[in-house]
RNA sequence: GCGGGCGUGGUGGAAUUGGUAGACACGCUGGAUUUAGGUUCCAGUGGCGCAAGCCGUGGGGGUUCAAAUCCCUCCGCCCGCACCA
């Protein structure tokens, strides 16, 4: 045999991406007879080359649209970037080049990439973020959303780095300190913009139950996300008058039935109480700062012990005013949480207890354990939080916690303290108001501008976009925005006079979170044109990264409401089916020192990984999802220039679940790319034989066999790629190629078999085109079609090649398989028992006893109980 | 701490949802061809056993004619949230 002729990806596929180019293949069109689908992957953040989580990400999502285009659907699968945030302006400050030329630079050269892939995408769509006609239209859905009461502004804690002049993000503070500039991170009260997201608290929960396609793990995070608890509101009334000028405190709880077990009340550091009281007392003054500082960290919450200041004022019980109770200033109360202030039950709740135990407070329980005795019960180190019936307790004694909650509810509801009802019932949501504003240059600007007779006022519609000013400088720290000479200055559109613009951005969250429907007419001159999007969403299925499961989505699914008020939409939920990838890993490096090294800088020789150059021993480390820093990354672009788009495609969906990490390895790719080349050597080798012998049933029952594994697999991998079961439906796809080999050296040549293995191979083609697209395409005009498989149908599968007229079935003796039997396949039940008892294996194992029973599954197996 | 998920050969993973465990792939072993090698092709590959056979889905127990799948319990790993009253 000669050296079999190779498959030459790179030129191949280049071919054929020019074809569908100059096709138009992908374009799509929003009127059209076919139902819709729209697919869609999570936006790239441009931060300069693709990465294997993009490829991943993206190969899914196309495997997807071409499928439903196949299956006669007309798909929109649209790309953009996600092009606004700080990597841009980092890259300014370090290198002196401007966000906007990175940004769009790195967007020309990931397209490129992105291009290479092969993905069936309509690229007349693509929007940038950054673009100024994408947050032009963003400044309107600011206005529209101020106008209908979705915005408000106000005071909000900040993380402050003194030395940047900037506001960091939770995540840019580390160990209390500015990530960038190690000073100490203050928390500053600013005066920010904020979407009102906890209007829709109840809504956006609520919608959850009707989101069957989105993954129960999501579903549940956003669930805990929104947090919602029901409780009560209520009352106490103080010995004298607070420092705040109140005669009263309002707590709120949720375990109202164990009043009669309080033993405190405790206020946030930075309840008005609390602030009041410092004012006049220096110690307490100090506990109260010492608490904010320590509200930087987690891991300071973490470890904190409890902590008190008590104040010297004392609040009534609300059922036996003769008993008072303590007040304190406690660490471990939150301001922005209910009312900032608790009533404390040590025996019942673990940070209660903790607090009681350090300042020894009284506790006692109220809630009995079922089958307890109520003399020996005591509280020791643990709170007992579980069920049981209230005891202690007065009037609710004997009265389960459901029960004793509502008594309580329903008395202090009632009871009027100074002529209000003492308590009111209600739900509390740990949600919080969505803070946009950022202190940053490369953002969408917030189109407001502050005057000093009129407050606030909004930029007039006819004035936007409010365009980012080009000549900025990053030498110095802080918003190059906030001291830029001209921009900030205008005229106020109220009353003329000068005023101040606007100089925070938004938050990158708000572009995320719209431009899917932005793609369903991008060039649109309104946010949004209602045929359009209300015809294209809900994205029939979303793709991305599970770290984007509270944030991003939760944003979006807020951001729809929002537009939907507004009428900009007029539909609910964006995403109607949500999958969440797992992330791509691969092994470690690191040298003899400890320093990392890059996959292609190991070898093996002789089975031990030595450095490529120096040959030095090299330690292989966990594997770990690849990030720069541990150098555990393989660069796409070199994959596929070595191998090509199709082979990296089919790794990707081969072997894993989607949904789970994946490890990238050379083996795997290798074993990718020799099916590839196996499948275009096997069509090449028969192609000119088939050339023309015409397409057709066959005779024999050879080629019935194969017109049957042809629906089979047809059918099997129908239903994986509905399920995005990406690695079965591969499975499935090699064993029928498997097949087909074994058919090939006879069935080429024989006129009985040829013609249905000249149509077996056809369906091979479409099958493998979703996922494989460029190979598909040149196979396809291998074998002599017509036109583009992108613009082939899927074929339809025959139900009655689905099944066999007989069947195999198991044979079991006590559960144990002993033999097989084939039979009719629908045989009766009795004759499949006659049958299996006459078999000789059978026979043996009985011993010429009769069987207790015989279990008959038909179609299944057979069990004969002895 | 709370919530969720997972555990199957040397490896990634299949298993029609209670019905032949290990499909498919990687790796490995042997052989053929060509060769400088890779490539390609054929055969084998859960463990123990010469064999009939026995054992086997993290450990233990249970339900069932039948369990990777359902129940109880223990162990291990992973993820999310975290002083939310």
């Known amino acids: 045999m000669s050296t079999p002729e190779r498959y030459h990806a790179r030129e191949i596929e280049a071919r054929w991406q020019g074809e569908w180019e100059r096709e138009g293949v992908f374009r799509t069109r929003t009127h059209d007879a076919r139902p819709k689908y729209y697919v869609l ?4 953040y441009p931060s300069g080359r693709i990465h294997m989580g993009h490829v991943r990400n993206y190969t899914m999502g196309d495997v997807v649209a071409r499928y439903k285009r196949a299956k006669g659907f007309n798909v929109l699968h649209p790309m953009g970037w996600d092009a606004f945030g700080m990597p ?5 400050m370090q290198n002196k080049v401007h966000p906007r030329e990175w940004t769009y630079s790195n967007i020309a050269y990931m397209r490129g990439q992105l291009k290479q892939m092969g993905l069936a995408i309509d690229w007349e769509r693509e929007i940038a973020t950054c673009d100024v006609d994408y947050y032009h239209q963003q400044q309107r859905l600011f206005l529209d959303f101020y106008k209908a009461g979705l915005v408000s502004r106000k005071t909000a804690k900040v993380n402050w780095d003194p030395v940047d002049q900037t506001v960091l993000a939770n995540e840019q503070v580390i160990d209390g300190k500015g ?3 190690g000073a100490p991170v203050e928390q500053r009260e600013l005066t920010q913009w904020f979407f009102r997201i906890s209007d829709f608290s109840e809504e956006l929960l609520a919608a959850l139950d009707h989101l069957p396609r989105w993954p129960e793990k999501v579903r549940l995070m956003q669930k805990n996300w929104i947090g919602r608890s029901e409780g009560l509101r209520l009352r106490f009334e103080l010995t004298g008058t607070a420092p705040h000028g109140s005669n009263e405190l309002e707590v709120f709880t949720t375990r109202p039935d164990t009043l009669f077990g309080a033993s405190f009340l405790a206020v946030a550091a930075d309840h008005p109480l609390a602030l009041a009281a410092a004012e006049r007392d220096p110690e307490l003054k100090a506990f109260v700062d010492e608490c ?10 973490e470890t904190a012990e409890k902590k008190g200041y008590e104040l010297g004022l004392r609040a009534r019980h609300p059922f036996h005013a003769e008993t008072t109770l303590p007040i304190y200033v406690a660490n471990f109360i939150l301001m922005d949480y209910g009312t900032g202030a608790i009533f404390g039950c040590p025996a019942h709740d673990q940070r209660d207890l903790d607090f009681a135990r350090a300042y020894r407070l009284p506790v006692k329980p109220v809630v009995l354990p079922p089958h307890t005795d109520p003399n020996t019960f005591a509280i020791g180190d643990e709170a007992y939080t579980g069920p049981g019936t209230i005891y202690n307790s007065s009037f609710l004694d004997g009265l389960s916690i459901e029960d004793a909650k509502d008594i309580v509810a329903s008395r202090l509801e009632h009871h009027a303290l100074r002529g209000t009802p003492q308590a009111e019932r209600q739900v509390n949501y740990r949600l919080r108001d969505w803070g946009i504003s950022r202190q940053r240059y490369w953002g969408c600007p917030i189109p407001m501008i502050h005057c000093e007779r009129c407050g606030t006022v909004p930029v007039p519609q006819r ?10 400088s990053f030498d110095r720290p802080g918003n190059p925005l906030d001291r830029h000479p001209t921009w900030t200055k205008v005229d106020c559109p109220e009353c003329g006079a000068p005023a101040r613009r606007e100089t925070d951005t938004m938050d990158t969250f708000v572009d995320s979170s719209w431009y899917f429907a932005r793609f369903t007419a991008p060039r649109a001159t309104a946010p949004t044109e209602l045929d359009a999007v209300d015809h294209w969403l809900p994205v029939d299925q979303y793709i991305g990264g599970v770290e984007h499961a509270i944030l991003h989505l939760l944003y979006s699914r807020f951001f729809v409401r929002a537009m939907k008020v507004t009428g900009h939409i007029r539909l609910e939920e964006p995403f109607a089916g949500l999958f969440t990838q797992g992330m791509v890993t691969h092994e470690t490096y690191k040298d003899a020192k400890g320093g990392w090294l890059f996959p292609e800088e190991v070898v093996l020789r002789d089975g031990v990984a030595v450095h490529a150059q120096t040959g030095d021993p090299v330690s292989i480390g966990p594997i770990e999802s690849m990030s720069k820093s541990k150098k555990n990354v393989v660069d796409p672009t070199a994959i596929i220039s070595e191998y090509g788009a199709d082979t990296a495609r089919w790794f990707m969906l081969s072997d894993t679940p989607p949904e789970r990490d994946m490890q990238w390895t050379e083996a795997g790719v290798e074993g990718a790319h020799r099916f590839v080349q196996r499948t275009w050597r096997m069509i090449q080798d028969v192609a000119a034989d088939l050339r023309t012998v015409k397409e057709g049933d066959g005779s024999g029952s050879e080629a019935e066999a194969l017109t049957k594994a042809m629906h089979r697999t047809l059918h099997a991998v129908e239903r994986d790629i509905e399920d995005l079961g990406f690695n079965r439906a591969v499975a499935r796809i090699y064993e029928y190629t498997n097949t087909l080999q074994r058919v090939i050296p006879q069935g080429a040549s024989d006129p009985a078999i040829a013609p249905a ?14 996922m494989m697209p460029h190979l598909a395409e040149e196979c396809w005009s291998l074998l002599g079609n017509r036109g583009l498989v992108a613009e082939t149908d899927w074929p339809t599968v025959n139900p009655a ?11 079991q003796i006590n559960g144990k398989k002993r033999a097989e039997i084939v039979v009719d396949r629908d045989a009766s039940s009795d004759d499949i028992e006659a049958a299996v008892l006459a078999l000789e294996d059978v026979r043996k194992h009985l011993g010429g006893a009769a069987p207790k029973k015989v279990i008959v599954v038909p179609q299944r197996i057979v069990n004969v109980v002895a």
């Open 41 to 44: 992957e999570m936006f790239p």
């Open 88 to 92: 841009a302006e980092n890259a300014a």
């Open 179 to 181: 990530w960038r500039s």
């Open 292 to 301: 904010r500082r320590l509200g930087t960290s987690a891991v300071a919450i």
């Open 463 to 472: 004035d936007l976009p409010v365009e980012l000013p080009a000549d900025v």
């Open 757 to 770: 293995l000249k149509r077996a191979l056809r369906y091979l083609v479409v099958m493998i085109a979703p």
């Open 801 to 811: 090649m689905l099944v066999d007229s007989t069947v195999t079935l198991p044979v």
